[in-house]
């Protein structure tokens, strides 16, 4: 089984979507699925010739054009004229194509070469339907008329619109207008950790020496206003004085020019030198750094997966993050952490329960955390269930004119709705009769209620 990835880049720093493909490349291709990858990244990105898997970066060639995507909105969104003439010329050589994200030019440019093409595709939202966009008034209207025109389309006539949690499948729902996909929840996760973990911690202490010795809490992620960070300051300040051995590190990149603030907050409050900025770490250093951390923490005002809560759960830690990190209840189930809300009140509550347990009380966590990790994110147990669900997703897509049009305002010609005994109601009566004789297919499956 070949699948085809449609992503906006394969740089890792763009966080969760792109490293989730990566670190399950290998298993699944044991499991006999091959993967590549079609990106939006110039060929002149540095991360083009380093991706692990065969990667066509279709962005346009122009050795400028990392500058002009600075300064001109339609290629921030990330547009090409190469995308849609190269998914209709080679669409045919894969089993299924798989759209990563929305709100950029994957979106739309996917929807306008494969709404009438014969291999399925499947779209991974990955968070981005989620109620927190409604927080920006703005954004969210423009971003309404775009799901008119190009994001709702494009779910409507997908095979499947895969969700990684039960908590972002329901989110999804009903945040636009009209709202119609065929959902599935799909096993996601991440790989157990590997390799020497002397050599790993080793390899984190060499990239921050001035943390050896000392106990800390680990924050990995992207620096951004989304994930907390000034949070996370704050309640770490609050705390400072309770636990004098216990430091901060802040490892990630520094994705929209933050950092600076907030280390004058914590300057502000006379921790500067308790708080530690590695940025992005990678391979041993990542590991080292979560093998060696006493606990994980992530204080997102939205995420959606967190690959980063599994990896910290793979290496036995506790995670403390809050109930917008939709694998919260996975976390809680397990009792491998902390929940709180996502506000300052929050995160100060979250830290001092921390802080408050005994060792033995941590320990105890972080072996919860790891078992949580074997049952419900170990990627090499669910790639089966993954390659499994692209293969049963056989409802075949309506190929008359305009049939995303009837699909998007819940007129799908594919479906029949009756009851299970011969009794239906006067409501779903009126609903069916409702629906003109001509959408209906005679053949299709019937959806029992």
């Not at 006999?32 to 083009?48: A, F, K, T, Y």
């Not at 895969?162 to 996909?181: D, G, Q, S």
């Not at 403390?320 to 189930?333: A, G, Y």
Request: aromatic letters at 10%; charged letters at 20%.
């Amino acid at each position: 089984m070949i699948i085809l990835h449609v992503i906006h880049s394969v740089n890792p720093e763009t966080g969760g979507p792109i490293e989730g493909i990566f670190s399950s490349a290998g298993v699944l291709l044991d499991q006999g699925c091959q993967r590549e990858i079609v990106s939006l990244d110039s060929p002149h990105d540095p991360w083009v010739k380093s991706c692990p898997l065969t990667v066509y970066p279709l962005g346009i060639k122009h050795p400028k054009y990392p500058a002009w995507r600075q300064k001109f909105p339609w290629l921030r969104y990330g547009y090409t004229p190469h995308l849609v003439p190269w998914l209709k010329e080679n669409a045919h050589r894969y089993d299924a194509i798989i759209v990563n994200g929305l709100w950029n030019y994957v979106a739309f440019g996917s929807w306008r070469a494969l709404s009438k093409c014969k291999t399925p595709y499947f779209v991974y939202p990955h968070g981005m339907l989620d109620p927190w966009l409604k927080n920006f008034a703005v954004k969210a209207v423009a971003k309404q008329v775009l799901w008119w025109f190009s994001e709702g389309p494009l779910l409507a006539n997908a095979r499947r619109v895969l969700f990684t949690t039960e908590e972002e499948r329901v989110l999804a729902r009903n945040i636009f207008w009209p709202y119609k996909c065929q959902e599935m929840v799909v096993a996601y996760g991440s790989l157990d950790v590997t390799g020497d973990p002397q050599t790993q911690e080793a390899a984190f202490q060499a990239r921050l020496p001035q943390i050896a010795g000392r106990r800390f809490l680990l924050f990995l992620s992207r620096i951004h206003p989304k994930k907390g960070c000034d949070l996370l300051i704050e309640a770490f300040a609050n705390v400072a004085a309770k636990d004098p051995d216990l430091d901060l590190v802040m490892a990630g990149p520094d994705s929209v020019g933050w950092v600076e603030n907030l280390q004058a907050a914590a300057s502000k409050h006379g921790i500067a030198h308790r708080i530690h900025w590695p940025g992005m770490l990678k391979g041993d250093a990542k590991w080292g750094a979560f093998r060696s951390c006493e606990a994980f923490v992530l204080p997102s005002h939205q995420e959606n997966f967190g690959i980063v809560v599994a990896e910290a759960m793979s290496c036995g830690r506790p995670v403390l993050t809050t109930s917008k990190v939709n694998t919260w209840r996975e976390v809680q189930d397990c009792g491998g952490g902390l929940i709180s809300s996502d506000d300052q009140a929050g995160i100060i509550e979250l830290l001092n329960l921390f802080v408050g347990l005994s060792e033995h009380e941590k320990k105890a966590m972080g072996q919860c955390a790891r078992q949580g990790f074997v049952e419900k994110f170990d990627m090499r147990a669910m790639a089966p269930q993954v390659i499994q669900a692209f293969q049963a997703a056989e409802i075949p897509k309506d190929s008359t004119p305009y049939g995303w049009l009837k699909a998007l305002l819940g007129r799908a010609p594919w479906t029949k709705v009756i009851t299970e005994n011969s009794g239906v109601s006067s409501r779903k009566m009126e609903q069916l009769e409702a629906v003109p004789s001509e959408l209906i297919n005679q053949d299709a499956p019937v959806l029992r209620l």
